[in-house]
């Protein structure tokens, strides 16, 4: 019989490093909201259970995730320039808009960048977190509400204080109505023209929705150095170094490693931007708080499911039912805040549970040697 403390085999995986990766699930309470307004709610359809999932994609997730993290550090974002080209007919057309390419903007150290245009380098940094869409802890537990609505984009309540245009083809070209003439149209049409717009069949999302992110600490504050995929502009690259980044050598090869003061500030913003964002950039009429009621961290991506996830009721017949589960036997750190106990029975949430999650982020973050990987 072999043990296992004497042979080499375990004593080797007793000693293997650990995880350069920190798993995050998050779970969030939804209430007749809606995650994009420009088209509606966006929506997937599950197959096991053929309902309509209200989701909010993992871009959208990011942007958020990074807006808080610039408004936490009071910096400002990246300078996007948006390209206009004018054809030889006159006639102006938009051209792919570009960032700046440049780790020193935090939002670009950490969200990623790309940049082609014709004549100069091809520049690409792949965001060291990886972000899921926000979609329902379950099919059963999230998603559509039933009823359709009609929206309003309603100005009537104050008719003088709001333009409304009509214009008329006269000659095959368009011309605005002056008001006599629309008054004169009004009457002997016996219409009215209200500044009010029906935006039909709209519908929310309520339930409980998680993301999930994944983030890659070897490439968190490292910057490659290859030149055959380069992740710099050599110009950028001068800069950097100017601003006192160190070369090293991680798994990937050579990179630029972001200063020990620089990361002392933004370690503490991107543990709290990454469980304190919001959606912000939707109508008043959509707004939520999507409470936080659970969050698990692990360096296992298995665990954090585990930890925080839907169960099916076994009560047979056709109808299927399912209920929120939290499993603390998991291998990840779980955190539950008071407010869970309202949708989780039996859960038990600490007022500073949100706190004690981001001290564990910053804790995780700030014990990875970037220099000796």
């Not at 798993?23 to 809606?34: F, G, K, W």
């Not at 057309?93 to 150290?109: A, F, I, M, N, R």
């Not at 150095?225 to 050598?249: F, I, M, Y």
């Not at 503490?268 to 707004?287: C, D, G």
Request: net charge neutral.
């Amino acid at each position: 019989m072999i043990f296992h403390h004497l042979n080499p085999f375990f004593q080797k995986m007793e000693k293997k490093k650990s995880s350069p990766y920190i798993y995050l699930r998050v779970l969030r309470h939804a209430e007749h909201t809606v995650f994009s307004v420009q088209d509606g709610q966006k929506f997937y359809y599950d197959p096991q259970f053929g309902n309509k999932m209200a989701y909010s994609s993992g871009q959208q997730v990011k942007r958020s995730i990074m807006e808080e993290l610039t408004n936490f550090l009071n910096v400002p974002h990246a300078p996007i320039t948006f390209n206009w080209e004018i054809d030889a007919k006159g006639k102006a057309g938009q051209k792919e808009p570009h960032s700046p390419c440049d780790p020193t903007y935090v939002d670009q150290l950490l969200g990623g960048y790309m940049k082609a245009e014709s004549g100069d380098y091809t520049v690409k940094r792949r965001s060291p977190l990886s972000i899921s869409a926000m979609r329902p802890l379950h099919p059963k537990l999230g998603g559509l509400e039933g009823i359709k609505e009609n929206l309003t984009f309603d100005r009537t309540s104050r008719p003088e204080g709001h333009i409304v245009k009509v214009s008329s083809l006269e000659g095959g070209k368009r011309v605005e109505l002056s008001r006599e003439a629309l008054d004169e149209w009004l009457t002997s049409n016996k219409r009215n023209l209200p500044n009010r717009i029906w935006i039909p069949d709209h519908t929310r999302a309520s339930g409980l929705f998680v993301f999930d992110i994944a983030i890659d600490l070897r490439t968190l504050f490292c910057v490659s150095l290859n030149r055959l995929e380069p992740e710099l502009h050599p110009d950028t690259e001068k800069k950097l170094r100017e601003a006192g980044w160190v070369e090293g050598k991680n798994v990937f090869g050579s990179c630029l490693i972001c200063p020990v003061e620089k990361r002392a500030e933004i370690i503490p913003a991107l543990a709290h931007a990454l469980l304190n964002w919001r959606i912000t950039s939707n109508q008043s009429r959509t707004f939520s708080l999507m409470e936080t009621l659970a969050i698990a961290v692990s360096d296992n991506a298995n665990q954090i499911a585990y930890a925080i996830r839907g169960e099916l009721k076994d009560e047979g017949g056709e109808r299927q039912e399912a209920v929120p589960k939290l499993d603390e036997t998991a291998k990840a750190n779980l955190f539950v805040t008071p407010v869970c106990s309202g949708y989780i029975a039996g859960a038990v949430g600490s007022a500073d549970a949100l706190d004690k999650a981001e001290e564990l982020l910053v804790e995780k973050m700030s014990a990875f040697d970037f220099e000796k990987q």
